[in-house]
């Protein structure tokens, strides 16, 4: 059986995509976010890619950017030196909170009632939402720019990665470390997986597994190229990745085989996630698009949609051809 994967390609943004995130399963779907460099981060319908709106108001280049499971509120992290949240059903921006450099990332506790935030001035903070005038919770001990802060083990710990060349797991109330990785070279990305408390990270050419609450190991692999960004499936079955050769790679979880890699950027791949329902996965990249990836190449599922050519039926029925309902998307 033939089967071509076909990714629907996300237009609209005009610098490199450099961060993304998908909301939790709604009554009206799930929904993506994405950071991109032209400072101006978008909402979309996750499972089709379809444009919702644009946030505006940051100055600079937006890094990092997430929404809450309700896909009610937005986060994004900028080079303007605040961090903003933004209700994500109006578009209106709810609150700006300004540090004292280019901030990178940013993360809701599950309540969303607080904000963790992660920046190139080496300080974790957490702002309380409901009390946006009230100074953070300031939590230090980074050498260099931190890359990514978030909650993890009940909203009770924090796992940071910097550029220090450490991840670090942080108890909340105590402020204090609770473990500690180091590696070699800078954590490239770290994406926190709360069923089984799974942590991925990637750096260099390694994407490896531990459990977050320990930080034991529990498995690496190496890919052909650099690595910037990988994630793994709901249901733990497999994991894909993306990096330097425009590629992404898809692997089993198991096994640590590679299952199969996919074109379709024309420049690296910065950020790769999962779908909520584990249906997709999306990739942002440095040519500027987001790209909507099957799961299980040939099933009908969102803009895709099962194609039985006719003219082919009689000769070759068992060839199933794939191809979405509208490969591009005009944002």
Known sequence: MAMRQTPLTCSGHTRPVVDLA?????????????ACKDGKPMLRQGDTGDWIGTFLGHKGAVWGATLNKEATKAATA???FTAKV????????????AHKHIVKSVNFTQDSSCLLTGGNDKIIRIYDINKPEAEPQEITGHTSAIKKALWCNNDTQILSAADDKTVRLWDRSSAAVVK??????????????????VLVITYGKTIAFYNALSLDMIKTVDAPASIHSASLHPDKDFFV??????????YDYGTKEELESYKGHFGPVHCVRFSPDGELYASGSEDGTLRLWQTEVGKTYGLWKCVLPEELVSENSDTIYCTPAAPEIKA
Not at 86 to 97: K, N, R
Not at 182 to 194: L, R
Not at 241 to 250: E, P, T
């Open 78 to 80: 900028a080079a303007d």
């Open 22 to 34: 998908f909301s939790g399963i709604t009554p009206y779907g799930y929904f993506i976010i994405s």
């Open 86 to 97: 933004w209700d994500a059903v109006t578009g209106d921006e709810v609150l700006t909170l």
């Open 180 to 197: 500690q990785l180091s590696f070699d070279m800078s954590v490239s990305s770290m994406e926190y997986i709360p069923d089984g408390e």
């Open 241 to 250: 990745a993306g990096g330097d050769d425009f590629k992404l790679y898809k």
